[in-house]
Each structure stands twice: as C-alpha cells, then as structure tokens.
Nanobody
Framework: QVHLVESGGGLAQAGGSLRLSCAAS????????MGWFRQAPGKEREFVAAISWNSISTRYADSVKGRFTISRDGAKNTLYLQMNSLKPEDTAVYYCAADRSGSVWSTSPYPYWGQGTQVTVSS
C-alpha cells in the first residue's frame, strides 16, 4: 500500500503562485510513476502532470504546460507541483496519485490516490 497526503492548497489571485506537496508513505520504494490530477465543480477529474520514478520523464496537460512544474524528492518521498501564472480556470480540487508500474505516458488508471487539496484562484 502507498498512502498519499496532499497539502499546500489555498486561495491565490490570478497571476499568482502556489506550491502543492504530496507526502508518500508505505511501500514508497516500489512507487514508479506519480501524477497530479484535478477536478473542478461539475466536471470530470482530469490529468494535470506526471513524473517517472527517476524524474527523467515528465508529461503535462496542454492547459498547464509552461506554467506548472512537477517534481519529486526521493529522499523525502514527496511529490510537488509548482503552479505559476495561475488562472481562475485552475480552480479545482487537486489530487496526487501513484502507481508501482507504468510510464508517464500510460493511460492505465493509478491505483493509489490522496484525498485532495482545494485550490481557488480569484480573478
């Protein structure tokens, strides 16, 4: 099992920045890809970004490319999402996810999920 806890959400103004963190515990040594997803009110959950176990490979949704950066600290078992140039449409609950296999390009579902952290961007 992998246990994930997100933090760092909150309220930001358009154009501002926030940094999300996701602390992983449990069988983290076997964690392969990790990712961030988000779900806005009335919408389906959508992919935001993913990173490989060695941080060499990353993938971003077109809507956040150039504004968001995903990273991970293996020593701290922590995943990050640096969000810059925030827009009101970035408002959502953000979830981190982990998988023991698969590449950042895989579309197979992640088995492990955090409970989410709210991000609200005001205009």
């Amino acid at each position: 099992q992998v246990h994930l806890v997100e933090s760092g959400g909150g309220l930001a103004q358009a154009g501002g920045s926030l940094r999300l963190s996701c602390a992983a515990s449990g069988r983290t040594l076997s964690t392969s890809r990790m990712g961030w997803f988000r779900q806005a009110p009335g919408k389906e959950r959508e992919f935001v970004a993913a990173i490989s176990w060695n941080s060499i490979s990353t993938r971003y949704a077109d809507s956040v490319k150039g504004r968001f950066t995903i990273s991970r600290d293996g020593a701290k078992n922590t995943l990050y999402l640096q969000m810059n140039s925030l827009k009101p449409e970035d408002t959502a609950v953000y979830y981190c996810a982990a998988d023991r296999s698969g590449s950042v390009w895989s579309t197979s579902p992640y088995p492990y999920w955090g409970q989410g952290t709210q991000v609200t961007v005001s205009s």
